[in-house]
């Protein structure tokens, strides 16, 4: 591997992981929203009309599924955030920066 295809993958892989940053960013979100949500369907519930239990139990579902989603997303930014590391290595010895390097083992 050369250093140009190793410095292209690099920048590929930043860009996917600002895509999954992003991702996770909105996942996050939604998943305030859904938690807000069933409070307030459950509160409603409590006050007012049975109905808005079910709404509050389709809500928790809902939820689980991107949470589910959520820590896929999580892996995937992990994974990518592990390969830079490992390519930054790569550069550093091939540029003889041995001492920069974290690695301990």
Do not use: P
Request: hydrophobic share 45%; aromatic share 12%; net charge positive.
């Amino acid at each position: 591997m050369n250093q140009t295809n190793i410095e292209a993958q690099m920048k590929a892989l930043h860009q996917d992981m600002k895509t999954l940053k992003e991702k996770a960013s909105r996942f996050s979100t939604i998943r305030f929203l859904l938690v807000i949500g069933v409070i307030f369907f459950i509160y409603q519930a409590e006050s007012s009309n049975r109905i808005f239990y079910m709404v509050s139990i389709i809500l928790v579902v809902v939820f689980l599924y991107i949470a589910y989603l959520h820590r896929q997303v999580k892996s995937k930014l992990e994974d990518k955030e592990t390969m830079i590391e490992v390519y930054d290595g790569i550069v550093k010895r091939k540029n003889e920066e041995w001492k920069a390097l974290k690695i301990k083992g």
